[in-house]
T-cell receptor
Framework: DSGVTQTPKHLITATGQRVTLRCSPR?????VYWYQQSLDQGLQFLIQ???????AKGNILERFSAQQFPDLHSELNLSSLELGDSALYFC??????????????FGPGTRLTVL | AQSVAQPEDQVNVAEGNPLTVKCTYS??????LFWYVQYPNRGLQFLLK??????LVKGSYGFEAEFNKSQTSFHLKKPSALVSDSALYFC??????????FGSGTQLTVLP
């Protein structure tokens, strides 16, 4: 158990809908990262927050957004869902964001199925 | 841009034999290298990392990895494979950019 929690474990929804994925980082970690894992794209970095502020953006679609709250939990919002958004979404956390040596610890993931 | 290559999609090894999962990287600046393992329907678990110093890094569950700067490689190794080691293994790199870039993964199957 990494100490990173994600809810829900599974989410099934229809095209065009909007969903919210939630992540709580390990105790003491200030950085939260979101990743998407799909069969064709592999593991893709989406976005990173540090202590409530966005620090880096990866391959995140405009239909997707995220935020980190004062208690450091984070939410990833996915809207106007398409079939191709079906994937595993992982959250990871680390102590900081500037040190390249920091290790990211991953949560168990949320499996999103768009029908 | 930084990148990671895992040239083998699948590696099969007999239980008790040594295993190697290959990884090569490309990065600007000093490389910081990581190995993660993913079991079915689970998140990624951190195995080990190379930051600096000794080229042989020891990690969890008896795994180790050898950093080779001239060959830009960071191969994962274990002297004696277990059936329970069967999983998907990811190599990842950080360079001057602070983001992790993952390889495509290697499915390791240890045969009893």
């Amino acid at each position: 158990d990494s100490g990173v929690t994600q809810t829900p474990k599974h989410l099934i929804t229809a095209t065009g809908q909007r969903v919210t994925l939630r992540c709580s980082p390990r105790s003491g970690d200030l950085s939260v990262y979101w990743y998407q894992q799909s069969l064709d794209q592999g593991l893709q970095f989406l976005i990173q927050y540090y202590n409530g502020e966005e620090r880096a953006k990866g391959n995140i679609l405009e239909r997707f957004s995220a935020q980190q709250f004062p208690d450091l939990h984070s939410e990833l919002n996915l809207s106007s869902l398409e079939l191709g958004d079906s994937a595993l979404y992982f959250c990871a956390s680390s102590v900081g964001w500037e040190r390249a040596t920091d290790t990211q610890y991953f949560g168990p993931g949320t499996r999103l199925t768009v029908l | 841009a930084q990148s990671v290559a895992q040239p083998e999609d699948q590696v099969n090894v007999a239980e008790g034999n040594p295993l190697t999962v290959k990884c090569t990287y490309s990065v600007s600046g000093n490389p910081y290298l990581f190995w993660y393992v993913q079991y079915p329907n689970r998140g990624l678990q951190f195995l080990l990392k190379y930051i600096t110093g000794d080229n042989l890094v020891k990690g969890s569950y008896g795994f180790e990895a050898e950093f080779n700067k001239s060959q830009t490689s960071f191969h994962l190794k274990k002297p004696s494979a277990l059936v329970s080691d069967s999983a998907l293994y990811f190599c990842a790199v950080k360079g001057s950019a602070r983001q992790l870039t993952f390889g495509s993964g290697t499915q390791l199957t240890v045969l009893p």
